[in-house]
């Protein structure tokens, strides 16, 4: 017999050759098998080979003979006296151990049987998924009946239900959209845990277990048991072991690479691997496009399987409450049937998913894939354009269940078949940019959260529920992005064109193409507008106003705005954007529905009386106020701040103190005005200081009195959480804006050790490098400089400091964030209160560009 030295020493040679053959061969059934069969021999030779009053088996992946290279080893000792097997348990533990395998073990006796099912229903589906190494026969066999014994309807209920919720708490923990671009490979929807999840409830059903000892993974083991019970048909059988080896072959090849366990599916990662499979240079397009078919085909299939036991379950309808909806389908409860096996036309497809909207349905397994291998099993699909087009529009026109419904018809293929410029979006990635979904998911997400604001009572809510024409808004969003694929940059142009061309062969009339096409092309113009520009200048609001010939068409912008922003990640829809684009929505309504300027519309809204505003101080005369207002002219000013605040800048300015730091809460952020004295480059220095204060800047408003008293405002948030800044913090922040102005703070020295503080969560959230871009744009007043470029800590500083240096005065900035990307905006004037002259922005560009590059 071999010696124990020995047999480790041929367990890790046999275990680094398989690691190094998997990333030649990728085959992942046949390298899950053996790896698993490695381990389970290593471990029957570590025990000796000898007989036990017990049972050892493995559980989870192991159990399935599914391993990746760094899964957890899971091993369950099963006994009917833990006291009397103590001690021989822990002794085959600690030769485990020591022999470099690292097992997790878990020791149970019958008793945590009904225990676990009371109290921990998660540890007690592991029950379920195990399979016999060594040990008593008899034990293991009494083991497994009792589990089945135990399972009565009561049980098995309290167990599905467990199971259904444990799937909604992983979907909100790592997604529940099968096209996350980062997703994890295991437990976001349409990964791994999906499938299996599927598989615990065919063992509560049926009761009875997968561990087959046959050489083959429990998943191909389970797709051939539900071919063989016709669960489906075997073209989805098929599909699901193709999808599910890509899946698990990531998993693997993630593990090798990252050189432990490692479930994330990250940008860098996804480059890497693509390579293995496609050396060419749209790589990483080709190979992510064939993960995330592979994920939505194991997330249908999960979730219709899901419904098909919950039904079947639960109260199971008989066949008498059946209602038919034509000739063709029919609804039962809350699930539609294809009456007889016919073939359908694609004109019934999509009249079956009007069905599904209108009746808040599903299909059943038999329809969903007759649906699939029907569009599948068509080169070219015979269809009816008008009969086709007409029942498109219908489901648009839908009271409810729009996005749902196009979500559907996209995991399907339906969508694609029907209109195929769509099929380009499936699947397309977007790194680089804040979006966290593909661009398929994010576009149909955009019309789910707009459907949302039916039940909201917010402004939003009131315009979306007074739309009468939802289709409209529909095919806007539905058309938003069409064009991405073609060039992301200049898309909402390409986009316009392509509506107009799908909405012309659709036959809809030439109105509503161009209601559509305006959407499409102007999509990205409110945001740009609300968050880069200073919506107290007459100039910015005329310019907008003027795109709108109808307030019908701005309530629709503004809506397809909101549902784009939302839908992009749950970090870019804040209360601060929202009542940025609120604010915009309000002025540009007034101005259209009074026909004013911009000019007549703030004008108008200014009633700054001296003599209320004086009341608020005893300190403050109505004179103090009045010398105060003449001394702004910025109409923002009035905007920006009530009477008591202006009375409260008043006050501090006669008391002629050196600084003072007003700060205020809003819901999601905090903001703080600076009353000071101005002098260069003061500006960079307080952003300096805000930035040590881990306090990211969102939005800054400068106000300076003739006298260079200037008032500024910010809006602000913590960096790492991306919440309001805690009042805690305040009293540090004052003191270190009156040690810089005074001279007393080196804001540099103080940037470096925060860098040097904070560059583990730099590295984490500031990952991207990317390009820099800098545009200059003309105004009445002032030189516009918006700078696109990935963010990094200390940022705003450096390039108001850079600013500064080259006698740049900032009026007013707009900081916009989309991730770790960043758009800054600034409107400035050089040394003597002028616009930049155009044949400066060359030198100022490269000056800028420098700067930045030595960040990243």
């Known amino acids: 017999m071999m010696s124990t030295a020995n047999l480790k020493q041929e367990f890790f ?157 992983r979907y909100e923990k790592f997604g529940d959209s099968p096209k996350v671009l980062e997703p994890n490979v295991k437990s976001s929807a349409g990964g791994l845990r999906d499938f299996q999840t599927i598989e615990w409830f065919y063992i509560l059903f049926n009761k009875t277990l997968l561990n087959k000892q046959v050489e083959i993974s429990q998943a191909e083991s389970f797709i051939a048991l539900i071919r063989e019970n016709n669960y489906t048909t075997p073209g989805e059988c098929k599909r699901l072991l193709e999808s599910y080896k890509i899946i698990l072959t990531v998993r693997n090849l993630l593990h090798l690479i990252s050189n432990q366990k490692n479930d994330r599916f990250e940008f860098s990662a996804q480059k890497k691997i693509s390579m293995m499979f496609y050396n060419q240079k749209d790589a990483l397009s080709l190979f992510m496009r064939e993960y995330f078919n592979a994920t939505n085909v194991l997330n249908r299939f999960s979730k219709s399987m899901l419904k098909k036991f919950q039904e079947e379950f639960y109260d199971p309808l008989p066949d008498s409450l059946s209602i038919s909806l034509d000739d063709d389908f029919s609804l039962k409860g809350k699930t539609i049937s294809l009456k007889s096996n016919r073939t359908i036309s694609f004109s019934d497809i999509l009249r079956v998913f009007y069905y599904r909207g209108l009746h808040s349905s599903h299909f059943d397994e038999n329809l969903r894939t007759t649906i699939i291998e029907t569009l599948e099993n068509y080169d070219e699909i015979s269809k009816n354009e008008n009969e086709s087009s007409t029942f498109f529009r219908e489901i648009l026109k839908l009271p409810k269940n729009v996005g749902q419904t196009l979500l559907t018809m996209n995991e399907l293929g339906v969508l694609q078949a029907f209109m195929p410029e769509f099929g380009d979006l499936i699947g397309f990635l977007q790194h680089g940019v804040y979006h966290c979904y593909t661009a398929d998911e994010h576009t149909l997400m955009t019309i789910q959260n707009l459907e949302k604001l039916e039940k909201d009572h917010s402004p939003l809510g009131k315009i979306y529920n007074s739309m009468k024409d939802r289709e409209i808004l529909h095919l806007g969003l539905l058309f938003h992005d069409i064009a991405k694929p073609i060039n992301i940059s200049g898309h909402e142009i390409i986009g316009a064109e392509m509506t107009s061309s799908i909405m012309s062969r659709l036959g809809y009339s030439d109105d509503e193409i161009e209601r559509v096409v305006f959407l499409v092309r102007n999509h990205l113009m409110m945001e740009q507008v609300a968050f880069r520009r200073n919506l107290n200048d007459p100039e910015t609001l005329n310019t907008f106003a003027s795109k709108f010939d109808t307030l ?160 500024d405002t910010f809006n602000l948030t913590d960096f790492r959480t991306n919440e309001k800044i805690e009042k805690e913090r305040y009293a540090k922040i004052e003191n270190d804006l009156k040690s810089v102005v005074a001279g007393n703070l080196q804001i540099n020295q103080e940037i470096s050790r925060m860098k040097s503080k904070w560059w583990r969560i730099e590295s984490k959230f500031f990952k991207r490098a990317g390009k820099i871009k800098i545009e200059f744009e003309k105004h009445k007043k002032y030189t516009i400089i918006d700078i696109f470029s990935p963010d990094r800590l200390g940022f705003l500083y450096q390039v108001t400091s850079k600013m500064s240096e080259l006698g740049l005065i900032i009026y007013m900035a707009k900081i916009s964030t989309k991730g770790d990307d960043i758009v800054d905006s600034f409107y400035v004037l050089d040394r003597n209160g002028k616009k930049i002259s155009q044949s400066d922005n060359d030198f100022i560009k490269s000056e800028l560009t420098s700067t930045i590059t030595a960040m990243l």
């Open 13 to 169: 040679r046999n275990r680094d050759k398989l690691f190094h053959d998997h990333l030649k061969r990728m085959d992942a059934f046949r390298f899950s098998m053996d790896y698993s069969l490695l381990v389970e021999e290593y471990i029957r030779n570590l025990s000796g080979n000898k007989s036990f009053n017990f049972v050892l088996a493995s559980a989870g992946s192991f159990s399935r003979r599914e391993l990746s290279p760094f899964s957890d080893i899971d091993i369950i000792f099963i006994t009917d006296n833990v006291e009397e097997n103590k001690e021989e348990i822990g002794q085959l533990v600690t030769k485990f151990w020591d022999n470099g395998l690292e097992a997790s073990h878990t020791v149970r006796d019958f008793n945590d049987i009904p225990k676990y099912l009371d109290d921990d229903l998660h540890t007690f589906t592991q029950f379920f998924e195990t399979r016999f190494l060594f040990g008593s026969d008899k034990i293991y066999k009494n083991w497994n009946e009792r589990l089945f014994e135990i399972l009565n309807y009561d049980n098995t209920l309290k167990l599905f239900r467990a199971l259904s919720e444990d799937i909604l708490f």
């Open 552 to 711: 019908e068409k701005l309530d629709l912008l503004y809506l397809v705005t909101y549902a784009d922003l939302s839908a992009v990640n749950s970090a870019v829809w804040t209360s601060w954007k929202s009542d940025l684009l609120g604010e915009l929505y309000q002025k540009a309504h007034a101005m259209i529905e009074e026909q004013i300027t911009g000019e007549e519309l703030l004008i108008s809204s200014i009633y700054l009386i001296p003599e209320e505003i004086s009341k608020h101080s005893n300190l403050i005369s109505e004179k103090h106020v009045k010398e105060h207002i003449a001394s702004i002219n910025d109409l923002g000013y009035a905007q920006q701040f009530s009477e008591k605040e202006i009375a409260f800048h008043v006050e501090e300015i006669q008391k002629g103190v050196t600084l003072s730091a007003i700060f205020k809460e809003f819901e999601g952020f905090s903001n703080i005005t600076i009353i000071t004295k101005d002098y260069p480059a003061l500006l960079s220095r307080i952003c300096g200081v805000l930035s040590i204060n881990d306090a990211n800047i969102y939005d800054a408003k400068i106000f300076t009195r003739k006298d260079g008293i200037v008032i």
